[in-house]
């Protein structure tokens, strides 16, 4: 479907844009509707207070299951979903996989009217945001890591320092939703980078930067196969 765009793959990862305003679609990677939602699914949806953000959260999982569908071979709704364990506490809230196909990995952000879905044969986290506004960003590189404050405070212009703050978030975000802490782990911790060209990879995972609409910043991380 047009609201739903395989992106050009790089290595073993697969990746897909999913435009959430034009709300959920019959067809691949976007089939049946808010009916193909599992009840927890279900349940976050009604939890939204505006219709907009919950068409946004709908269309995002029902693209997630139609991508999910086809490379499983099954119909959408047939897709299920567990928690992994937690590497902090040993519970079940860490990252989410496939219950019946634990070697296929995936991760699912959404940022404004977009969604970012990846599939991968190890560890994946992906993010996706808009661009952070001028409070937000210097609330953000407070938490971030020392190196990454000292490169932020070398850029004299304001956007610049918006647009690098904005990569920068994203790209740690995918790597925590990887490695399956989320920001529950301190954002000091771990050195993403914040130049255009040149992630951070720490232990042992790969970090790159998603080409997306303007207006956004996105990250894949792949970890260790």
């Not at 844009?17 to 599992?38: E, F, I, K, Q, Y």
């Not at 902090?88 to 977009?114: I, T």
């Amino acid at each position: 479907m047009d609201h739903v765009r395989e992106l050009p793959s790089s290595g073993p990862v697969g990746l897909w844009l999913v435009r959430t305003d034009a709300g959920p679609r019959d067809g691949a990677g976007g089939s049946g509707g808010a009916g193909v939602l599992d009840a927890d699914e279900r349940r976050r949806a009604a939890a939204f207070a505006f219709d907009r953000h919950r068409t946004r959260y709908i269309t995002a999982h029902v693209a997630l299951r139609g991508i999910l569908g086809d490379r499983l071979g099954c119909t959408p709704d047939a897709v299920r979903f567990v928690r992994q364990p937690c590497p902090g506490c040993g519970e079940l809230h860490g990252r989410p996989a496939v219950a019946d196909a634990p070697e296929l990995h995936f991760s699912l952000s959404h940022g404004g009217d977009l969604a970012l879905v990846a599939l991968a044969p190890a560890a994946v986290g992906v993010d996706v945001e808009e661009l952070t506004d001028p409070a937000a960003a210097e609330d953000l590189t407070t938490v971030l890591h020392p190196r990454e404050q000292a490169e932020l405070a070398a850029l004299d212009d304001l956007l610049d320092r918006r647009i690098a703050v904005t990569r920068v978030w994203v790209r740690k975000e995918a790597y925590l939703k990887g490695i399956g802490t989320g920001l529950s782990r301190a954002a000091d911790l771990d050195y993403v980078g914040t130049l255009p060209d040149s992630p951070g990879a720490p232990g042992g995972w790969s970090v790159r930067d998603v080409a997306v609409p303007e207006g956004y910043a996105a990250a894949v991380a792949l970890g260790p196969a």
